[in-house]
Structure formats: structure tokens, C-alpha cells
């Protein structure tokens, strides 16, 4: 009898230690950023006038890790078009994107960046309506930053604009700006008498749970729809986006223990009906 308590107590522990061990935790599974100094639409009676996305390719999927980083120096850009000139040029444009994501567990980052300096947007009528100039920014020095970090249960999501410099007129009125914004400053260009035009600072857009986070920030984002559809213009400024998705496995039974464990307790259970017969006997 003693040694069938003993052999009983030994499966029964090897089940403990075995069978409810976890067979994983949690982990980033994945991750995508992206980051790009200027991106420029420009339509003018439904034909387009301008597209700039710059740099490009500055974007990255993981696992695995990667970092990515490039720059772009003296653009300088330009079309003309039912009578609409668009002109672009900066001395540097910029872009990061970058991530430790593994697929391992413990805490990861994700991040991207994008930036300019010394940009400058001009946008001229000619002599369409009698008006010279739609869109004039100049001497653009601004950079967006956003980055995800943490593990499952814990994802934390930071990012913000540096604006260093900045002059923006629309239609021969000056825009005041804050080189000081603080996030998501909406300018309403409408009181202005500039009807739909909208111009936010510092755009920060944030998405997190313990599965998910995602972080957009654009220093500055101009979009003009106007004129009885003469134009419709889009135009960010130093962008960055980071995302990590991330999974929690809880522990489990082993199959294979679950049945060794069940073959066991068969066996004694038949050793111990033999024993019994045979004291009777």
C-alpha cells in the first residue's frame, strides 16, 4: 500500500508541474511605423496639379526588427496647370521608422519621425478671378515624433510637433501661428472668410487597449476646399505613425500529460483490483 501511495502522489505531482505549465505569454506580435517630411495634394478643377510624398518608402513592418532612415535635400518642384502654378522647395526633408519587435516577450518599441527645414509651398492664380496668390508657406522648420511601447496590458502611446518656423497666407491674408501649439490646435480659417479651410498644429491621434495602440502625429495639416470647386488641396507636414499589436496566451493543459497522467491512474487502478483479489484469495 505504501508504495502505491507513493506512486500515486509522484504522478500526481508530475501533473502539477507539467500539465498546467504555460506554454506561452505575452508577446508584440507585431509592428508597423512610418514617417515623411511633406506630403502635397494638389486638384484644380478635377485634375491634378501636384503630388509630392517625400521621403518615400520610409515605412517598416515587424517582426523582425528594422530602422530605416532617409533625407532628402534641395527639392525643388513645380507645375502649371489651367492656369494654377505650384512651386515647392526645401533645403532638407526627412524621415525615421523604426522597431525592436521580435516576436520574443517583454516590452518593445515602435516609433517614426518626419520632418523639414526651410520649406517653402507657393501656390499662385495668375489671373484666374483676379487673384494672385492662393497659398503661400514659407521657411517651414517643424518635426513630428510618435512611438509605441510596452507589452500586452500595457501600451503606452507619446508623440508630439516641434515648430520652429513658420508663415502661412492664404489668399493674401496672413495666418497667425504659435510656434508653441499644443496638441490638436484647430485654427478656424472659416472666420477668416476662408470657407472650407481648415488648418490644425500639432495633430496628435491616439487608439490604445491592452491588445492595441496606435500613434498619428502630424505637425501641421492644411486642407482648402473652396472656390465653387476650383480647388481642393491637402498638405501635412512633418508626419509620423507606430502601431503594436500584442497577444496574451494563458497557461494550458498538455495533451501529452493529460493522458500520461490518465494511462497512470488506469494502471493503478487495475494494480490495485489484482491486490485486492489476491488478499481475498
Known amino acids: 500500500m505504501k508504495k502505491q501511495a507513493y506512486f500515486l502522489g509522484a504522478a500526481a505531482l508530475t ?8 506554454s506561452a505569454g505575452a508577446a508584440i506580435v507585431s509592428a508597423n511605423s512610418e514617417g515623411y517630411g511633406l506630403f502635397v495634394n494638389l486638384d484644380v478643377l478635377n485634375s491634378n496639379l501636384l503630388s509630392v510624398t517625400t521621403p518615400a518608402g520610409i515605412s517598416g513592418t515587424a517582426p523582425a526588427p528594422y530602422s530605416l532612415n532617409n533625407a532628402l535635400l534641395d527639392l525643388n518642384a513645380g507645375a502649371t496647370i489651367l492656369g494654377v502654378q505650384a512651386h515647392a522647395s526645401a533645403d532638407t526633408i526627412n524621415g525615421s521608422a523604426n522597431s525592436n ?3 520574443s516577450a517583454g516590452s518593445k518599441t515602435t516609433g517614426a519621425s518626419g520632418g523639414v527645414e526651410d ?4 501656390v499662385d492664380l495668375l489671373s484666374i478671378l483676379g487673384l494672385e496668390s492662393l497659398l503661400e508657406l514659407d521657411n517651414l522648420t ?3 515624433s510618435a512611438e509605441i511601447t510596452g507589452d500586452y496590458g500595457n501600451l503606452t502611446a507619446s508623440g508630439g510637433a516641434n515648430i520652429t518656423s513658420l508663415s502661412l497666407s492664404i489668399l493674401g491674408q496672413d495666418i497667425q501661428v504659435d510656434a508653441n501649439a499644443g496638441a490638436n490646435s484647430f485654427i478656424d480659417l ?13 495633430e496628435q491621434i491616439a487608439d490604445c487597449s491592452d491588445s492595441f ?4 502625429v502630424n505637425a501641421l495639416r492644411l486642407s482648402l476646399n ?3 470647386g476650383l480647388f481642393d488641396t491637402d498638405i501635412i507636414i512633418g508626419h509620423a505613425y507606430a502601431e503594436m499589436s500584442a497577444e496574451n496566451i494563458s497557461a494550458v ?5 493529460v493522458w500520461l497522467f490518465g494511462s497512470a491512474m488506469v494502471g493503478l487502478a487495475g494494480f490495485s483490483r489484482r491486490k485486492t483479489s489476491a488478499s481475498e484469495a
Open 226 to 228: 473652396g472656390l465653387a
Open 119 to 122: 520649406l517653402n509651398i507657393n
Open 253 to 257: 493543459p498538455v495533451p501529452a500529460a
Open 190 to 202: 472659416n472666420a477668416l472668410g476662408l470657407i472650407g479651410a481648415t488648418l490644425i498644429l500639432n
Open 15 to 22: 501533473l502539477a508541474s507539467v500539465t498546467f505549465t504555460p
Open 213 to 216: 495602440c496606435s500613434m498619428t
Open 101 to 103: 519587435v521580435d516576436g
Open 142 to 144: 517643424l518635426s513630428s
